[in-house]
């Protein structure tokens, strides 16, 4: 059994959550799987890149997940934005627009 709100595990006979007060469920309705269903719309090691497309993504709500770009300070690794499905298309317009305006501020060469 799972509290809801805090995500404590209780063994079996509890009903309850105490310190949060609410029944405990069978399940935890988690982000785990709904992040299983989340499908990838930019991969890569571009860290403005990424900023940019991310702050897009939160300007136009659009719920959204990075994996794996933590580790980037230290060794580029690639991080992948993954958004639900019904937002894959919105998703990929505003990366087509991030890539613009990140091309547009590349200096000279
Ligand atoms: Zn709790």
Redesign the pocket.
């Known amino acids: 059994m799972f509290?809801?709100?805090?995500?404590?595990e209780y063994v079996e006979k509890y009903t309850r959550?105490?310190?949060?007060?609410?029944e405990?469920v069978a399940e935890l309705p988690t982000g785990e799987s709904d992040m299983k269903e989340m499908v990838p719309v930019l991969r890569t090691n571009n860290q403005p890149l990424l900023a940019i497309f991310e702050a897009a993504l939160n300007a136009n709500k659009i719920p959204h997940y990075i994996r794996g770009g933590e580790a980037a300070s230290l060794m580029p690794t690639n991080a992948v934005v993954v958004v639900p499905p019904e937002y894959l298309d919105t998703a990929r317009g505003i990366l087509f627009d991030a890539e613009n305006s990140y091309d547009k501020e590349e200096p000279e060469a």
Do not use: D
């Open positions: 509290c809801p709100v805090c995500k404590s959550c105490e310190p949060c007060n609410v405990l």
